[in-house]
């Protein structure tokens, strides 16, 4: 829906209550006697003023929405690319991550935890958490920009609580058993997880199919 541009909504608001006052100060002196003009035209001033002050709160809301509108979706810009680059940081680290899972291979000495190989994965996994609480942690945020009772702005959460919990998903995988004190049962269960490639798929939604909806919601939003 095509808006007035803020100078040309207050002009045609001042300009309207000055013509219908100006009409009213007309019908005055044309048709009310000399006796009576003094207490018309004082009842028509306090009348003025209250409708002026009335037109400056009206014209003040109309800035106020004209300005509110692209703050927002300023502000949505803001916060989807801070997601966007959070997965392009997760995608680099679970990269090395499926590196290593492929071309590496537990020192079969018990699988004791403390060897050079149980610290590498160790450490990429708890990456690849750290990864996963900030990311949960910027799109529990942006979610706070949505109401529940807007058509839109419902779907738009629908598909981000699906992100959440894919998100609460991948964490279970990699944070239970505890990668560092639970390392000799951690192991097998992410490595039959990467086998299976039930990773993968997870894996997609995240740092694929998320970027691009929000991407999507944005030209959206800009449009409108």
Do not use: C
């Amino acid at each position: 829906m095509n808006r007035f541009k803020p100078i040309a909504f207050s002009f045609v608001v001042s300009l309207s209550v000055a013509f219908v006052f100006l009409m009213a100060t007309f019908a005055i002196f044309a048709f009310s006697s000399p006796d009576g003009m003094k207490d018309a035209l004082s009842t028509t001033g306090s009348y003025f003023g209250a409708v002026s002050t009335l037109a400056a709160a009206v014209i003040a809301a109309y800035l106020y929405t004209d300005w509110k509108e692209p703050h927002f979706v300023s502000k949505i810009a803001s916060e989807q690319k801070e997601i966007i680059t959070l997965t392009r940081r997760m995608k680099r680290n679970i990269d090395a991550f499926s590196l290593f899972m492929r071309t590496r291979k537990p020192f079969y000495t018990g699988l004791n935890n403390g060897d050079e190989f149980a610290l590498k994965y160790q450490t990429l996994v708890n990456t690849i958490l750290d990864d996963i609480d900030d990311l949960a942690g910027l799109i529990k945020a942006y979610e706070f920009n949505f109401k529940d009772d807007t058509p839109h702005e419902r779907e738009h959460l629908d598909r981000l609580n699906t992100s959440q919990g894919i998100l609460g998903e991948l964490h279970s995988v990699f944070a239970e058993p505890n990668p560092v004190f639970g390392y000799i049962d951690s192991y097998p269960k992410v490595k039959t997880k990467v086998e299976s490639g039930e990773l993968i798929e997870l894996y997609e939604e995240i740092l694929f199919n998320m970027p691009d909806y929000l991407s999507k919601y944005y030209s959206t939003l800009a449009r409108r």
